[in-house]
């Protein structure tokens, strides 16, 4: 423990108290990762935790991908989320700007709106956003999925945020130096803003990576099924599936958001501190 | 440093768009063979494998219709709730199938709204039906039946029934039940098993489902949850494909609820009094995927099930004499109940006649065998029923399947009025309270269901 | 804001409605034509197949006479009641823990760790925990038998499925919440800390006194998302009860699904939807009020 320079004032409780903090922390992380421990252990357990029936440990993985498309399903998501993310990032740059840096007439309530779309649930609006989609012409493809999406409340609200954190003065030595309103945006500002757009984007791709309502309405063939879908597939008609198939399949699918969630943690951890409270 | 970042920028937006244009087929769906392709559009219940299953029935019909195109589009669904939903969802986005399956769930549902009647059909190609009416149970098609026309033909059935585990009956010193036992019997029955069993060993597993959940001991008990009368009409077609029958009208009703009639009160108390005694599972809602896993490990030792799970337990590594199924015991009569499925013709399609002889192929001998070549599913022609179980796949008592219709006429299917959804919803989340508060529990349980039956059969 | 003196206005002006159009148009579209849509479809009676039925306000007081409704609703509002509450207190007690003197490598384990659960989708979540909380077969009830407690009827009881419920819902969204509030602490100037330290502010009155108003502008944030998320819950009690036993786990979400997808019935969907907007829009609104007095703006 680096207690070297602990402040003078602790007293001699600061044993125990670091003790119980441990513990505390211990059991927590115990608590958010066990489940998913057990999880991947039963589906590599060669013996089933309700049947003991006995099986080579990965047949649960081989059975994935015997019984759905594992690749195609990916290559969905992928373009699904990732082209979103992508969208995501650009129209809350944009707008999170306009509204931390600029005065427009109806500004405000603009901002009110577009904030108050987030207290819509996406249940009441699917079926007008699905007569939309059929007007465009895209029912039941994977741009169904992805064109509504692009825009996003919560990440213009982010960025608004976001922008609000960045020192004033910057813009203004740009625009003194002679930069218009474009260049300061692009050089100045857009570069300092990678955390928060790195927020924005992964919060999309978590987001959508596990999206399962919405591609359960808009999608009507299996070829343009996103995982999450895939995987209730895998429970079988009337949930007639195998136990340890379907957490297999939970590991599968939970692989992507895992690898982003690694190398995406520190912008994400740095863009909440910076961005945070401003 | 920020000229970096920008050229950084700049490449991966060329990236990303030059991405988008490489995918662009996939991302607009035009990948997919056959996609805009006008063609006999086939919509059914199950996964993707499940449709490729049926590339066999598809050659078939091609062999005889070279001329008519086919797809099958398979759609996935918790339930046949959001199967319907999903069948909604295509005629809203424009590209609503042309024939769909439908089992009982639906069959009233989607003649009310959305299906073609066969009446002009079936009348027309009388002679050809025939041979096809003479090999399939008449309770089977009255539930096909609705305000006096035909909708679909059976090209599948269950009929919920007892399987058990042959160990699990030996080593509590008992013999195979009569097929007219009773509750009582079935007391006895679960107690020595129990009493014989070891750990978290349970003597009777069971869904809260609309089949094979409470609905079999209210019919045992001759009643149900809903009235049940029979609609006017339907003479011309038993008068001509079943004359030796007395006529059986126009096909069910189920207009009110009745879940508190005192037989109804009675069947729910023996549920209550089996999972007090923990003799029975408290029951869960869906939860379908361990009971294959519990029953083949003989952790249970009875479950409603039917024909369709002789298979399961096939893949499941479960020998044909591991296992043995009865019907259901009597309570005041011995009614069984049981689920069909088969083809409708949609209202809004443009190839009813393609449509036609689809349903008339994949219920004609060929084509029910092709579809129905591993035991997943009660046969509606008894002569293919016989053949399909009868070589030797299934439990010893395999003829209790079709039997159930035979020897207990008065079976009949789930209930499932044209608010189905509802209804089932309503029967379903008040199981639970009504048999697991006591004995005192029962009505206070009913009644709450009464009230969200009435409220749901409202509905529109 | 922007300084307007230094830069010509015009120019300022492509560069907003650029930016914005985006956004603006693509809310616009997605959002705000399919609320007003549902709004319309609020007075009629429609089933998608055949065609819209005008019937005035009949889906509203339909709606009121529904007792699955009524219980629905204020089923919503405890849970969220209990899970914005319970979220926030684990959310910020295991922040400000990770957030005190310890090992980099192990801060950085405890913190992945915390927030790992919202990397997965609810609905596999959820299946996981209606495994681990089955009564008969589930590892908790195991456990329990074990240490003799007997068996719970976790998803079987009123009062056990909403604990379950509860308990799966705070798992896998406190992470996002506790992220928030590292993000807070970590902006609080070591230099207060120590100050207030020397002073001989301590513990729980360091906390009450200095962590909790610097994080209070964070706190109201988060407490705006958690309430909005709640109020919104949809997946974990579907797949984990679908409602029940009875209607105890049923939320309005829920029941605007169900009416829509499974009665068919897209215009009482509708109707209850806008009821739940509303409330959510009024309990914000009171937020933003009740915070002008508490949150603190250094």
Redesign the interface.
């Known amino acids: 423990?680096?207690?070297i320079d602990?402040?003078k004032?602790r007293s001699s409780l600061a044993g125990l108290g670091t003790f119980g903090?441990?513990l505390?922390?211990g059991i927590?992380?115990f608590?958010?990762?066990g489940?998913?421990v057990?999880?991947l252990i039963?589906a590599l357990n060669p013996q089933?935790?309700?049947?003991?029936?006995t099986t080579t440990g990965f047949e649960a993985f081989v059975d994935v991908f015997e019984?759905?498309?594992v690749w195609l399903y990916v290559?969905?998501t992928a373009?699904v989320t990732v082209?979103v993310a992508?969208?995501q990032m650009?129209?809350?740059a944009?707008?999170g700007?306009?509204f931390a840096?600029?005065?427009?007439r109806g500004k405000n309530a603009?901002f009110a709106?577009?904030l108050?779309?987030?207290?819509?649930?996406?249940?009441?609006?699917?079926?007008?956003?699905?007569?939309?989609i059929?007007g465009m012409g895209?029912?039941?493809?994977?741009?169904a999925l992805?064109?509504?999406a692009?825009?996003?409340?919560f990440g213009?609200f982010l960025m608004r945020?976001y922008f609000m954190g960045l020192p004033?003065e910057l813009?203004?030595a740009a625009?003194?130096d002679g930069a218009?309103?474009?260049k300061t945006?692009?050089?100045?500002y857009?570069?300092l803003s990678?955390p928060g757009l790195a927020i924005v984007g992964i919060l999309a791709f978590?987001y959508h990576?596990?999206?399962?309502?919405r591609p359960l309405?808009m999608t009507?063939?299996?070829?343009?099924f996103t995982l999450?879908?895939g995987?209730?597939?895998l429970?079988?008609?009337?949930?007639?599936?195998?136990?340890s198939t379907?957490?297999a399949g939970?590991i599968i699918?939970?692989i992507p958001?895992?690898l982003?969630?690694v190398f995406g943690?520190k912008p994400?951890?740095e863009g909440?501190?910076?961005?945070?409270?401003? | 440093?920020?000229d970096i970042?920008?050229r950084a920028?700049l490449a991966t937006l060329g990236l990303?768009a030059i991405g988008?244009v490489v995918?662009w087929p996939?991302?607009?769906?035009q990948?997919?063979p056959g996609?805009g392709k006008s063609a006999l559009t086939i919509a059914l219940?199950?996964?993707?494998?499940?449709?490729q299953q049926r590339q066999g029935l598809i050659d078939g019909f091609q062999r005889k219709h070279p001329d008519i195109p086919v797809r099958i589009?398979?759609?996935?669904g918790?339930?046949w709730s959001e199967y319907f939903a999903?069948i909604l969802?295509?005629i809203?986005?424009?590209?609503p199938p042309d024939v769909v399956t439908v089992a009982t769930e639906g069959t009233q549902l989607f003649a009310s709204r959305m299906a073609h009647p066969l009446d002009d059909f079936v009348q027309r190609d009388a002679a050809e039906m025939q041979e096809y009416f003479d090999d399939v149970h008449p309770s089977l098609i009255e539930s096909f039946l609705y305000k006096g026309s035909l909708f679909q033909l059976p090209d599948n059935f269950n009929a919920a029934n007892v399987f058990y585990n042959t160990s699990a009956l030996q080593r509590a010193g008992l013999e195979r039940p009569n097929d007219n036992w009773t509750v009582d019997d079935f007391f006895n029955v679960a107690r020595k098993m129990k009493s014989s069993g070891q750990g978290s060993f349970l003597p009777y597993f069971w869904n809260n489902r609309l089949w094979g959940g409470v609905v079999p001991w209210l019919y045992v008990n001759k009643t149900s949850f809903l009235t049940e009368e029979k609609a006017p009409g339907g003479d011309w077609f038993w008068k001509k494909f079943y004359p030796n029958e007395t006529p059986r009208g126009g096909g069910y009703l189920w207009e009110n609820a009745d879940a508190l009639n005192d037989a109804a009160v009675e069947s729910f108390s023996v549920l209550q009094r089996l999972v007090s005694e923990g003799l029975a599972a408290n029951p869960a809602q869906?939860?379908?995927?361990?009971?294959?896993?519990?029953f083949?490990?003989g952790?249970v030792g009875m479950t409603p099930a039917g024909g369709y799970w002789v298979q399961?337990l096939k893949e499941?590594?479960v020998a044909n004499d591991a296992y043995d199924v009865t019907y259901f015991p009597a309570m005041n009569g011995q009614r069984h109940q049981f689920g069909a499925g088969g083809y409708a013709i949609m209202d809004v399609s443009e190839r009813k006649d393609e449509a036609w002889e689809w349903l008339k192929y994949c219920v004609s001998l060929e084509g029910m065998s092709i579809a129905h070549n591993k035991p997943d599913s009660s046969l509606p022609r008894k002569s293919l029923n016989d053949k399909l179980y009868g070589a030797g796949v299934g439990p010893a008592h395999w003829n209790v399947f079709y039997d159930t219709l035979i020897k207990f006429p008065t079976t009949g299917p789930m209930p499932a009025p044209p608010q189905q959804a509802a209804v089932e919803s309503a029967l379903l989340k008040n199981v639970v309270n009504t048999i697991m508060n006591g004995p005192g529990g029962v009505r206070p349980g009913l009644e709450l269901m009464q009230r969200d039956l009435e409220l749901a059969l409202k509905g529109r | 804001?922007?300084?307007?003196t230094?830069?010509p206005r015009k120019?300022?002006?492509a560069?907003?409605w650029?930016?914005?159009a985006?956004?603006?148009?693509?809310?616009g579209?997605?959002?705000?034509?399919?609320?007003i849509?549902?709004v319309v479809?609020a007075f009629f009676r429609w089933d998608?197949i055949t065609a819209p039925q005008f019937i005035g306000f009949d889906n509203f007081v339909q709606m009121g006479a529904n007792p699955t409704i009524r219980v629905s609703f204020f089923n919503t509002l405890t849970f969220v009641v209990a899970a914005v509450i319970v979220q926030l207190a684990v959310a910020l007690?295991?922040a400000i823990?990770?957030q005190?003197?310890?090992?980099d490598w192990l801060r950085t384990?405890?913190?992945?760790?915390?927030?790992?659960?919202?990397?997965?989708?609810?609905?596999?979540?959820s299946?996981?925990?209606a495994?681990?909380f089955n009564y008969e077969?589930g590892?908790i009830n195991q456990f329990l038998t074990l240490i003799g407690v007997g068996k719970v009827g976790w998803l079987t009881t009123g009062f056990g499925a909403k604990v379950v419920v509860l308990i799966v819902y705070v798992?896998q969204n406190f992470?996002f919440t506790f992220?928030?509030f590292?993000?807070?602490i970590?902006?609080i100037p070591k230099e207060v800390y120590?100050a207030s330290?020397?002073d001989?502010v301590?513990g729980w009155s360091q906390f009450r006194h200095i962590t909790i108003p610097l994080?209070s502008?964070?706190m109201l944030?988060a407490s705006v998302m958690a309430i909005?998320n709640a109020l919104?819950i949809?997946?974990q009690p579907w797949v984990l009860t679908r409602g029940g036993p009875g209607d105890d786990t049923r939320t309005a979400?829920m029941v605007?699904?169900e009416s829509?997808?499974r009665q068919l019935d897209?215009g009482g969907?509708?109707a209850v939807?806008?009821v739940?907007?509303l409330v959510?829009?009024v309990v914000?609104g009171i937020q933003f009020q009740l915070s002008k007095r508490y949150v603190f703006y250094g």
């Open positions: 423990m680096s207690n602990a402040v004032t903090k441990y505390v922390l927590a992380a608590l958010t990762i489940p998913v057990w999880t039963t089933d935790p309700v049947t003991h029936v019984k759905i498309p290559w969905n373009l082209l992508a969208g650009i129209s809350a944009m707008a700007y306009v840096r600029f005065d427009f603009l709106v577009i108050a779309t987030m207290m819509v649930p996406m249940q009441v609006t699917i079926v007008p956003v699905f007569m939309l059929r895209l029912a039941d493809t994977l741009l992805i064109i509504p692009l825009p996003t409340a213009t945020q004033v813009g203004e625009e003194i218009g309103p474009w945006f692009f050089s100045i857009l570069p990678a978590n990576w596990n999206e399962f309502f309405i009507i063939s299996e070829q343009n999450p879908l995987l209730v597939s429970q079988g008609k009337l949930g007639s599936g195998s136990v379907v957490l939970v699918s939970m958001a895992l982003v969630f943690q994400l951890r909440l501190t910076a961005g945070a409270g401003k | 440093m920020a970042t920008r920028m990303g988008t995918s996939r991302l607009t769906a990948d997919i996609r219940f199950g996964t993707e494998q499940d449709a589009v398979a759609i996935q918790q339930d999903k969802t295509m809203a986005a424009g590209t869906g939860g379908g995927n361990e009971l294959v896993a519990l083949s490990t952790a399961g499941a590594g | 804001m922007m300084s307007t230094t830069s120019k300022n002006r560069l907003v650029v930016f914005l985006p956004t603006v148009i693509g809310l579209l997605f959002s705000v034509v399919p609320i849509g549902s479809l998608i007690g295991l823990l990770v005190s003197r310890m090992p384990f405890f913190r992945s760790a915390l927030f790992f659960p919202l990397i997965l989708s609810a609905a596999s979540v299946l996981i925990m495994y681990l077969f590892l798992w992470g992220l928030m590292i993000g807070g970590a902006g120590e330290s020397i001989g301590v994080i502008p964070t944030v909005i919104q949809f997946d979400v605007i699904y829509a997808f897209f969907a509708s939807g806008i739940l907007t959510i829009m914000t």
